[in-house]
Structures are given as C-alpha cells and as structure tokens.
C-alpha cells in the first residue's frame, strides 16, 4: 500500500471513528468526540471511586454529611440520569475540592465548605462537578490523550479489551491521579460548559443561580492569599467566569423556582 492509499484508508477509518463516537454535550449541544463506550466508562468510575474512597477517611461530621447528602439528591432529581447509581461522601480533608466520576460518584472534601458559606454555595460546587460528569468531560478527554499519545491505533483503546490502561486513563482524565490523587484541570471549554450546565442544574433543583459568580468571586479573592486553594488552582477562574455566567443567568432564572 503506497502513502495515498494509506491515507485514504486512514481518512475512512477516521470518518468512521467520528461518527460512531460523535456525542452532543447536554444543555449546550456542543459535538463531542468520545469513543468510550459509556459502560465501560461507568465501572471504571465505580473502581476509581472506590480506590479513591480507601485511601481518604470519611467525615464524622454529620451536619455537613447531611448536607452534602441533601445538596446533592435534589441535584441527582433534576440530572436526567435516573440510571446513575448515586452516591454522595464526605472526605475528612481540609483540602478545597470535589469532584464527580462517572455514574454519579460524588465526593466532597470538608475544606471546601467554609468557602461555600451556605447550601446554595455548596451546590454552585456540586452542581459544576455533576456537569463534568453529565457532558462526559473525562471519557471526552480519555479519547483526545488516547489519538494524542498513539495516533496510529486511531481508536483502538477503546474498541479492545484494555481495562487497567482504561481506568488509569480514566483516574487522570477526571483528575483523580491513582498515587497522589491530585487533581488535573480540564481545559478551559469544558469549565465553561460545566459552569453553564451546572447553573441550570441548581436553579432546577430550586438552589438561586445568582449564587455562582458570587461563589467564583470569592476564589477569586481566595487567589491572593499565601496559598492558592487547590480547588481554585485546578478550575481556572478569572473575572470573565463571573461575567459569563451573568450573561447566563436570565436564562438560569427561567429554571428556577425555591423550595419551600
């Protein structure tokens, strides 16, 4: 086969990757390229919360783990993921963090919930990590590091069986680093997506979206301390954020009716 003919078969075989594994991110449409198959994509989320779970001792502080429980049902009833099987922790870290893996493994570490200040702040936090999870952020990365670090498989790491590379792919992609568990940032899009879903998704689950640029402002702030908060440093912020989920928010608003 000469270089033509290679590259012919190589543009077919890509055409037809894109348009198996083309997806649309909720709320904002946008195309999405994740080859993943999303199974796979759950039970790796399940291995990786629960390594991550036997490495981090859980809160005894029942106050914020009622809270955490109660934030983030009322925002798992509005997520459309009925088949998600749900799970709310508490960590016992000063670290200021949280995340969401797929299937709807939510974790919360107690560092972060001074800086909410309130439930509605703790569900700006949640609600942003549940959008990762929802638009499939991770296994969206997973499928650009995979063509990125072996071009010539185009696709072949998720059409084998390969679960421990998978998974160790998977632990990165959603900023859960199998030895330090230290988080990664996703790219700037994705935050913004998970910024704009997040926002509907509180103001559904009757949590005032008006919340969530006076949430980012105040890492904002946070930013001039000595230390960085480390929830801050992996989730670039900057007084764009804010602006842009103002300009979201009459639509925000639309959604958004108070519990009583």
Avoid at 77 to 96: H, P
Avoid at 97 to 116: D, H, Q, S, T
Wanted: net charge negative; hydrophobic share 35%.
């Amino acid at each position: 086969m000469d270089r033509r003919q290679a590259l012919k078969v190589f543009a077919a075989g890509s055409l037809g990757i894109a348009s198996c594994g083309c997806h649309s991110a909720p709320v904002t449409g946008r195309k999405q390229l994740i080859m993943m198959p999303e199974n796979q994509e759950l039970t790796l989320g399940v291995q990786a919360f629960q390594e991550t779970l036997s490495a981090e001792a859980e809160s005894q502080n029942k106050e914020i783990r009622e809270m955490v429980s109660r934030v983030g049902k009322r925002i798992a009833g509005v997520a459309g993921r009925d088949d998600f099987n749900w799970e709310f922790k508490t960590l016992a870290s000063e670290k200021q963090n949280a995340f969401c893996l797929p299937g709807g493994k939510v974790a919360v570490y107690e560092g972060i919930i001074p800086v909410c200040e309130s439930e509605t702040g703790l569900a700006v936090v949640m609600s942003h990590e549940v959008a990762h999870a929802l638009a499939r952020h991770g296994g969206e990365r997973m499928t650009h590091n995979a063509f990125s670090q072996q071009v010539k498989s185009w696709g072949g790491n998720f059409t084998k069986d390969r679960l421990p590379e998978q998974h160790e792919l998977l632990m990165q992609a959603y900023g859960l680093g199998s030895e330090y568990l230290v988080l990664l940032p996703y790219n700037r899009k994705q935050e913004s997506e998970a910024d704009h879903i997040g926002l509907r998704l509180m103001a559904k689950a009757g949590y005032d979206p008006r919340e969530a640029p006076r949430f980012w402002n105040r890492f904002a702030g946070a930013s001039g301390k000595s230390e960085t908060p480390e929830f801050f440093s992996t989730h670039p912020s900057d007084q764009n954020r804010a602006s842009a989920l103002l300009a979201l928010m009459d639509e925000a608003m639309k959604d958004y009716q108070p519990v009583t």
